[in-house]
């Protein structure tokens, strides 16, 4: 943070956000609720504005509580209980809303409760995979890019029918045509951006950052090459056109046999899919029930290399608040890392859900994929 030549102060941030990329390693089924195996069509939660698929915030922050207690366990961080994982009263089970999970994620217990320290957004499509006759290519539109706050200079639209291919694109379409499902755009060669310079703000106290350095992923630099951009308005269209369904077959449970007619299509985020979401943190100590005398204790956690984060939830101690921030972003962190082994949302078993979170703090690109 800049401060412009005044007197240096002491940093004492209320909140430090991070933007995070995730890649689909499987296809993503959030289901919109109550839906019975034997109905038709089990559709994913939409925006409703854009009717664009996303991972509610809700449903991230849930699973990450509980990934985050596993790794508590994992790595034997003190007071953690059962009840801590659900962040509520349930069989007799209360959190104990003093340890780092309860702060990071909030609870409610039988006399106290307390908001979430990390507020995660939605998860939101950024770059969508569509087969076409050259293979798969990545599709996003200007708007898209807005909005996750990935700007250029200005990234350009192009005409109504056509497309944008970025400078050092991979790709090579047949008389510069290009097929997305049934769509069918030519190439606007009037237009340019360039992905290099591509930046995003992440947290609004920093400098914008390279999106092609922020994420040490190879898989990412591949996908960064086979970018096109498509008009705002066919965006929608071309990723519900896109979606992977797949047809299933209901069990009855009584007879543990199909039941008849029982067919049902589903809706996933295929495979390979980009997406992003923010988390907010705030700083604990801002937060007066933290003061309270019950609550006026030190949190623990332990970083990547097993070493020791202590922050004392009283706001009289001298300690920076960037501790108070790592505390709550390696909680968080500990519980994305398992979204590529564990997943989320529904069918697991069928093999879907599992997502990689691209840049978590201290991933190394090892370069041996
Ligand atoms: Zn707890």
Redesign the pocket.
């Given at each position: 943070m800049s401060n412009g030549g005044k007197e240096e102060e002491k940093k004492n941030e209320i909140y430090s956000q991070k933007k995070y990329f995730a890649l689909a390693l499987d296809p993503v089924h959030i289901g919109t609720g109550g839906y019975r195996i034997g109905r038709v069509d089990n559709t994913i939660v939409r925006e409703p504005a854009t009717e664009l698929p996303k991972i509610p915030g809700t449903t991230i922050e849930g699973v990450c509580r509980n990934y985050a207690y596993l790794k508590a366990k994992e790595k034997k961080i003190e007071g953690?209980?059962p009840g801590?994982a659900k962040g509520k009263v349930k069989d007799d089970k209360e959190?104990?809303?003093?340890?780092a999970?309860?702060i990071t994620f909030g609870y409610a217990g039988k006399d106290s409760a307390l908001q979430a320290m990390a507020l995660f957004s939605d998860a939101r499509i950024l770059l969508f995979p569509v087969a076409t006759m050259i293979g798969p290519v990545w599709v996003t539109s200007p708007m898209v890019l807005k909005e996750a706050g990935i700007e250029e200079k200005e990234i350009p639209e192009p005409q109504d029918d056509g497309f944008i291919l970025p400078e050092g694109s991979n790709l090579k379409p047949p008389e510069e045509k290009l097929n997305f499902g049934w769509l069918l755009l030519k190439q606007d060669n009037n237009k340019k951006t360039n992905t290099s310079s591509w930046k995003y703000v992440d947290d609004p106290n920093e400098e914008p950052k390279l999106l092609e350095n922020v994420i040490p992923d190879n898989i990412f630099k591949r996908i960064f090459k086979r970018i096109v951009i498509v008009p705002d308005h066919l965006f929608p269209q071309i990723v519900n056109s896109n979606l992977e369904v797949r047809t299933s077959v209901a069990i009855d449970p009584e007879r543990g046999a199909a039941e008849e007619g029982a067919l049902f299509t589903y809706e996933a985020i295929p495979r390979g899919t980009v997406l992003w979401f923010d988390v907010v943190y705030q700083n604990p100590r801002y937060f007066p029930a933290l003061k309270d005398k019950t609550l006026n204790k030190t949190l623990k956690w332990k970083d990547k290399n097993g070493k020791d984060i202590e922050v004392a939830t009283n706001e009289n101690t001298s300690d920076d608040d960037n501790g108070a921030f790592s505390l709550l972003k390696a909680c968080v962190e500990d519980g994305l890392s398992l979204f590529q082994f564990l997943g989320v949302g529904g069918m697991s078993s069928r093999g879907f859900g599992r997502i990689k979170v691209l840049n978590l703090e201290g991933d190394k690109n090892d370069g041996k994929h």
């Open positions: 953690v209980t801590c959190p104990c809303g003093r340890c999970i309860c």
